[in-house]
Nanobody, 126 residues
Framework: VQLQASGGGLVQPGDSLRLACAASGRPSNTYAVGWFRQAPRKERQFIAAISSTDSTYYADSTKGRFTISRDNAQSTVCLQTNSLKPEDTAIYYC?????????????????????WGQGTLVTVPA
């Protein structure tokens, strides 16, 4: 599975961005996909995940502002980010996992994910 994240940019507080994760190599509805982010000098943080059957899960830090969705026709998983804040500034990564356990998909451990995209930068200045 090859993943490519896109859609990042420089936005103002309160703005929205739609990040996309384009997948190739296997049908996108055969594996779970997660979004993570990494701010400068911080560890990679789990944001949200979507299962192969489109169940979704969100970390508390972004629940209510971010929405994950899948477009099987486009083999793309999107992350809609709303009401962006300066603390959302980070490189955003999408990742895919061969695991089928909902526990492993949602616990937020980077080691549970097997394939990673290159990341897309989101900057929200204070």
């Amino acid at each position: 599975v090859q993943l490519q994240a896109s859609g990042g940019g420089l936005v103002q507080p309160g703005d929205s961005l739609r990040l996309a994760c384009a997948a190739s190599g296997r049908p996108s509805n055969t594996y779970a996909v997660g979004w993570f982010r990494q701010a400068p000098r911080k560890e990679r943080q789990f944001i949200a995940a979507i299962s192969s059957t489109d169940s979704t899960y969100y970390a508390d830090s972004t629940k209510g502002r971010f929405t994950i969705s899948r477009d099987n026709a486009q083999s793309t998983v999107c992350l809609q980010t709303n009401s962006l804040k300066p603390e959302d500034t980070a490189i955003y990564y999408c990742a895919a996992t061969r695991k089928t356990s909902w526990y492993h998909i949602t616990r937020g451990n980077v080691n549970d994910y097997d394939y990673w995209g290159q990341g897309t930068l989101v900057t929200v200045p204070a």
